[in-house]
Structures are given as structure tokens and as C-alpha cells.
């Protein structure tokens, strides 16, 4: 159908288009204020600042932002179902205001172009759609989700790019290596401007007025209360606490008081203020996004990168982590956001890989053939700063950015009191460190209601797991019960933990190895009760599978449970015994290994560990603690054990003794042709273990040993495509070949 060309307004008047840049920034400010009360749990609140989403695109992001933090804690259908519908809306809201702004020639940034701002607010809608969508039910919607990480991507390159050419400055040039600002302070919180200001204050923050326009008082008095918001928003009592400067502190844990007099970073506090607010979402937004993008798509497996690269995607973690980086130094959601999934980052898929697999990145490395040792030698220099970063002896690196991130997460506490979601990183991070004890205690000392119920499931799991590091089964099975209540997903999994909290205590009895010191420990008197509670969860977890799937499949685990469960009958069946005498290895020290358990046990409990993983075994085998079991060990029960005590004794730093146990599975897994074999019992196991003998390698030789470590980990990769577990599996195999790569 012909259509008559549409006569597009070029220009408006300068009162018009002053009056649209003020909306436009208190809209902004409004929606930033409101998704900062979810980052301190009071959602509700936040909800209703954004009673005009309707009509008002940044208003409808902002809710789309909030639902798809919900959705993405929980895995919840119907909540993961309206986070996709409003950010499907957010999406055609926000293409709109980037042309109407294109159309009237709007310059709402001093330094980008008109619609800069919503074209960051498309691509951002975009990018948590898609991310939603692919962990949704549906094939077709995982396809769509594709189209849309193209498009956010694309987007987000365009605006870096033409960056570049307004500035002169290339991206790769603006992200300034993490050590620049090693001793990250909590400036921000204690050096905020006062309220007051002035006409001439308002010129240094760079908004795009003319002359005349200064010299407005009624636009002067307009745009003095959205600067006074933005001031608010950055000392944190915006929305209701006092100023955050006087939470702040200077060290984690829980008996740790407000410091009063914090340091003071002018640099970083001065770039809060110096930009509005558009300015600063732009910088922020593109910051969080791409970065966001670049660290998921360097860590997705090798063959869906191959895919990805194919129809225009690539990924750089250092990159990726660098603009994380950059936005977190936000006083915003933008920077929340980049916070959490650094934490995540630090707490997850890296800490996958063992500290010893540290090496310089592709960038860092130099070896020229006029002088072939000059690489191992930087090699080893930058591993010896790696370890002092790890340890907090040294500068931050971006691997170990130790004393930055704490500071950035104590920033967080302080200026969200109220959130448990803050909370729960701080744990995290003590448990990282090995500070379990005081891990628990500070999850303990929340009290206040959690409002968004998903994050008070993530902190009773994660307090769950660390009991069980702390061999405290029985408030740790009592804690895996109480979730069944709380979250949807995963009873199954959750009846199967606490049947192997309560196998593990009943052992515990038997064998009398019971800590004599500290709280909730097991109690011997309940033996029989621990063994009969043992049998109870552990025989109805499978009953329990099947309710909720992901993404149409049985999840991983639950199909791992089902296995193990299986086998418990079958050998109970077999030996005529009950079904709790009939397991073999530790069911929750296998648990622990995928949770990242041993590397942050204390020795003590390493110790406790060790002899625990010992009591299923034969009497003269390594490392037994058998007294008087007569169920026979299996090979394949024995193979699972001897992995896990080898790796329990490397942490001790008993390396050959561990090694040694570790080369019977190896053998075990290897035909008389030197091939590997590919057996059906406990498929996680074997890749396990080859990645486990790489790391015993380089732990034990160095960069003497990169060869054979390469040699290891290729074998792992190959192992197959896919396997029980083989995603958490993997990521461990691919973070270590990442870091030995290209040396």
C-alpha cells in the first residue's frame, strides 16, 4: 500500500527541547532511584515509584530490570514469563524514544549523539530478554534469544565505536588495567557534595544548555532538584537510610564495626559528579552491557563459541571483565549489577580452576625468539604476583582483585542495610577465604525478613553448603528441608542433600569422629535417628524429580541423584543389607567436590575429611579408616573415593601422596593401548580426574610441566560432548585451558 511520505519536525525550540531534557533526566533518575530499592529488598516500593511505565520507556526498562533480578534469582515460570513481556514492551518503548529523539535532534548528552542513551536502553532490554529466553522452555524461544544477543551486541559495538571516534580514545585504551587503581576506596560514600548548589555548579556537570538557559532560573530551580536526586543517589539516602558513609567499613566479617573515618578516593568521587545523568547511564549502561556479553560468550563451550563466532560474536574475558570493572565504579543499578556478576564471576566459574593454574594472559606474554626464555620467566613472575594477589600480600590483579572487591562489596552493604541479597556476597566471600565459621555467623545475624524470597533461598543453600564443609550435618540437612518450603525447584535434590547430611552424621557416630569443639555438632546419642532420616530423604529424593524440568530436560543433577539412588537398591538388593549400609563413598563428600568444597575447607576439617572418605574402604587399602565394615568396595565406588582423597591431600599439601592415589584411577581409566575408556559408571569422574592430574602437574613442575598439563586437559576436553554433569565439569576444564593457553 502506498503511503504518503511522513514530514518529520527537524528541530524543536530551544524552551522545548529544555523542557523534554528535564523530564527526560528526572524520568531517568526516577527509575534509577527505584531499582536501587531492590538492590536493598524492599521491591514493593520500587515498584510503585514506577507507576507511569506505561507511558514513560526508562520506567518500563526499569521494571523489566527488576522482574528479570527476580526471575533470574528464582527460576520461577510465571515470574520469568512477565519479566519477558514487559521487556518485550521496554524494547518497542525505548526503539521509539531513540528516533523520536534522532527526528527533533534532542541532545540530551553532552558528548553523544542524539538517541545515544535509548539505543543503550534497547540493547539493554535486548540483552536480559534474551538471556531470560534462553532459560526458558522452548526451543524456539532459545533460538529467538540468538537474533537478540546479535542485535544488543551490534548495538553496544556501534556506540563503542563511534565513542572512539567522537573521543579519539579506543575502548581498549579507556579500560585501564585493574592494578592502576589498586587500593579502591570507599570514597564515594564519605565525600559526597552537599545538597546545595548553584547555577554555576550545574555548568560542570556538563548539561547540554545554552547560554541563555543558565541564566533561567525557573529551568535552574528544575534542574537543581534532579542534581540534589542524583546526590542523594550517590551518599545513598535516597531512598530512606542514612547516609551510607556511616556503615561503612574497612574489613569483612561480622564483629566488624563502621569505620569512621574511611578513605578517600577524590579521583573516583569526582567522577560521579561530573557527568548528568544521562551521561553517566550511557557510559554505565554500554559498560555493564558489552561487558556482560563479552565475559559469557568467552566462557561458553568451544563448540557453540565456534557457532557464535560464525554469525559475528566474540568474546574477550579481559575485556569483558575490564568493563564489568569500569561499571561498578557506577553509583547506580548499572554498577550493582556489574558488582554482582564480578562476584559471581570470582565465586563461580573461576574459582572453578585451582590458584595454581595461574599464568599470564595472552596480552602479558612476551617470547621472542632472539630470547626464548624470556617468557617462562615472565611467566613466573606473574605467577609469583598472582599468588601474592591471592593471598592479599600483593596489588590486585584482575584474576585476584582481592582487597577492590571486598571494598566494592562493603560500599554495597553500606549503602543497601536492608538487603540480604549484599549480605549473602559477603559470605560467600568469607567462605572463599576459608573463614566458614564466620560465614554462618554473619548469615545468622540477619534480622530481618528477606521480601524477595529467592534470595533467602540462594542464602540458606549457601549456608547449608558451608555446614557441610564444617562437617555440621545435621542444621545443614535441616536447612536443605526447609528450602523444599521456600523454592520450587529442585525438592528432589534437596531430600538427596539432606539424606547424605544425615548418612555422613550417622558415620560420624559409628566411627566417633566428632569435633570436640564449637557449635551444632553431631550428637552421638542420635545415632539410629540420623540413620533412619538417612533413609528416609535419601530413598524419596527420586520421587520428587520430575515436577519441574529446565528447559524442557530433567535437570543434571537430578539425574545424577537418580543414578546414585538406583545403585544404593541395587547393592542393597545384592548384599542383603539396608539400603544406608549399603553405600559406598561418601555421598556429601562427592557433593562437596562440585561445589567447590575442598578448596575451602580449613586443614582440620581436610583432615576430618580424609579420614571420613576412608570408611567405606577395604581394610588394606590407602587411606583406609574401615572398622569393620564387610560390604565390599566396588571398583567404580573406590575410583570415586581415591579422587577425592588424593585432591583432599594435594590441599593439605601433601602433593606426591596425592598423586600417587590419584595415577590408580588414572590407570583405571586407561586401556592397554594408552587410550582412554569411555565407561558408563559415574561419567563425571573421568574427565574429573584427567583435569585433576593436570593440576597435579602444574602444582608439582610449574611451567616445567605445561606440556603434560596441556596433554591432560586436552583428554579431559575430549573426553565427550556431553556427560552426566558435564557443563559444571567442563567449565572447570575450559578455565584452565583458558589460562595455560598460548604459552
Known amino acids: 500500500m502506498f503511503r504518503l511520505p511522513f514530514q518529520r519536525q527537524a528541530t524543536l525550540s530551544d524552551d522545548e527541547a529544555a523542557d523534554k531534557l ?151 585504551q579507556d579500560l585501564v588495567y585493574l592494578s592502576a587503581s589498586a587500593n579502591g576506596s570507599t570514597s564515594s560514600l564519605s565525600s559526597a557534595p552537599s545538597e546545595k548548589t548553584t547555577a554555576s555548579g550545574f555548568a560542570e556537570v556538563h548539561l547540554p544548555l545554552n547560554p541563555q538557559q543558565k541564566k533561567d532560573e525557573k529551568l535552574i530551580k528544575r534542574y537543581e532538584k534532579i542534581y540534589n536526586m542524583k546526590l542523594k543517589r550517590i551518599e545513598g539516602s535516597h531512598i530512606g537510610n542514612s547516609p551510607a558513609k556511616e556503615r561503612i567499613r574497612n574489613d569483612l566479617g561480622y564483629k566488624e564495626s563502621g569505620n569512621t573515618t574511611p578513605e578517600l578516593d577524590p579521583e573516583q568521587t569526582q ?137 566494592a562489596l562493603l560500599k554495597a552493604r553500606a549503602l543497601f542495610p536492608n538487603s540480604g541479597l549484599w549480605l549473602l556476597q559477603e559470605g560467600r566471600m568469607l567462605a572463599s577465604a576459608g573463614r566458614l565459621e564466620e560465614a554462618v555467623d554473619l548469615m545468622d545475624a540477619l534480622d530481618k525478613k528477606i521480601e524477595m524470597k529467592q534470595v533467602e533461598a540462594l542464602l540458606i543453600f549457601d549456608r547449608a553448603m558451608i555446614l557441610c564443609f564444617l562437617h555440621r550435618y545435621e542444621r545443614a540437612a535441616k536447612d536443605f528441608i526447609k528450602l523444599v518450603d521456600i523454592n520450587a525447584w529442585s525438592h528432589g535434590l534437596y531430600y538427596y542433600f539432606a539424606g547424605s547430611c544425615y548418612l555422613e552424621a550417622y558415620r560420624m557416630c559409628e566411627t566417633k569422629n566428632i569435633p570436640k569443639n564449637g557449635k551444632d555438632q553431631v550428637n552421638p546419642s542420635k545415632q539410629e535417628w540420623y540413620k533412619e532420616q538417612a533413609s528416609k530423604y535419601l530413598l524419596e529424593a527420586p520421587e520428587l524429580v520430575g515436577r519441574r524440568k529446565f528447559m524442557a530436560k530433567t535437570m543434571p543433577f537430578d539425574r545424577f541423584l537418580i543414578r546414585k539412588v538406583k545403585g544404593i537398591k541395587e547393592a542393597s538388593a545384592k548384599y542383603g543389607t539396608s539400603s544406608i549400609d549399603s553405600v559406598g563413598t561418601s555421598l556429601i563428600h562427592e557433593l562437596n567436590y562440585f561445589w567447590n568444597g575442598y578448596n575451602r575447607m580449613p586443614p582440620e576439617h581436610l583432615e576430618l575429611a580424609l579420614k571420613m572418605l576412608g570408611y567405606s574402604a577395604k581394610n588394606n587399602s590407602p587411606f583406609s579408616s574401615n572398622l569393620g565394615r564387610t560390604l565390599p568396595e566396588s571398583k567404580e565406588e573406590s575410583m570415586i573415593r581415591y579422587t577425592l582423597q588424593s585432591i583432599t591431600l594435594r590441599r593439605l599439601g601433601r602433593i606426591n601422596e596425592g598423586e600417587k592415589l590419584l595415577d590408580v584411577v588414572i590407570g583405571n581409566i586407561t586401556g592397554s593401548d594408552g587410550k582412554l575408556l569411555k565407561l558408563h559408571h559415574d561419567p563425571w569422574l573421568y574427565p574429573a580426574s584427567l583435569y585433576e592430574k593436570a593440576l597435579f602437574v602444574w602444582k608439582k613442575e610449574s611451567t616445567d610441566g605445561l606440556a603434560q598439563s596441556r596433554k591432560w586437559l586436552k583428554q579431559a576436553e575430549d573426553y565427550s560432548d556431553d556427560y552426566e554433569l558435564s557443563t559444571r565439569i567442563g567449565m572447570k576444564i575450559k578455565s584452565a585451558i583458558d589460562r595455560l593457553e598460548g604459552l
Request: aromatic letters at 8%; a negative charge.
Open 22 to 172: 528535564m523530564h527526560e533526566a528526572y524520568n531517568f533518575e526516577t527509575a534509577l532511584k527505584a531499582m536501587d530499592y531492590v538492590l536493598d529488598d524492599r521491591t514493593s516500593i520500587g515498584i510503585d515509584l514506577l507507576s507511569n511505565h506505561k507511558e514513560i520507556a526508562i520506567q518500563k526498562l526499569a521494571l523489566g530490570v527488576i522482574q528479570f533480578l527476580e526471575a533470574t534469582l528464582g527460576f520461577e515460570p510465571e515470574t520469568m514469563k512477565k519479566a519477558n513481556e514487559t521487556l518485550i514492551e521496554a524494547e518497542s518503548m525505548c526503539w521509539k524514544e531513540k528516533q523520536n529523539n534522532e527526528k527533533w535532534n534532542l541532545k540530551t548528552s553532552s558528548i553523544y549523539p542524539p538517541g545515544t542513551e535509548y539505543a543503550v536502553t534497547y540493547a539493554e532490554a535486548n540483552l536480559l530478554n534474551a538471556l531470560l529466553m534462553l532459560l526458558s522452555e522452548s526451543a524456539i524461544e532459545s533460538v529467538k534469544a540468538l537474533y537478540k544477543l546479535r542485535r544488543a551486541y551490534h548495538t553496544l559495538d556501534e556506540i563503542t565505536r563511534s565513542t572512539e571516534k567522537l573521543t579519539g580514545v579506543s575502548i581498549e
Open 271 to 407: 567522577q560521579n559528579h561530573d557527568h548528568s545523568v544521562i551521561d553517566e547511564f550511557i557510559h554505565s549502561g554500554v559498560n555493564l552491557c558489552f561487558g556482560i556479553l563479552q565475559v559469557v560468550l568467552s566462557l561458553v563451550p568451544p563448540t557453540i563459541g565456534k557457532v557464535l563466532s560464525v554469525v559475528g560474536f566474540k568474546g574477550s574475558r579481559e575485556m569483558g571483565l575490564k568493563m564489568l570493572w569500569k561499571a561498578s565504579d557506577q553509583r547506580n543499578i548499572h554498577g550493582g549489577i556489574g558488582l554482582l556478576a564480578l562476584l559471581v564471576f570470582y565465586d563461580g566459574p573461576f574459582q572453578f580452576t585451582d590458584v595454581d593454574f595461574d599464568v599470564p594472559t595472552l596480552t602479558e606474554k612476551v617470547d621472542t625468539p632472539e630470547s626464548p626464555n624470556v617468557g617462562r620467566s615472565l611467566s613466573l613472575r606473574k605467577m609469583n604476583t598472582e599468588t601474592r594477589a591471592a593471598i592479599g600480600a600483593g596489588q590486585p590483579t584482575l584474576l585476584h582483585p582481592g582487597k577492590k572487591l571486598s571494598t
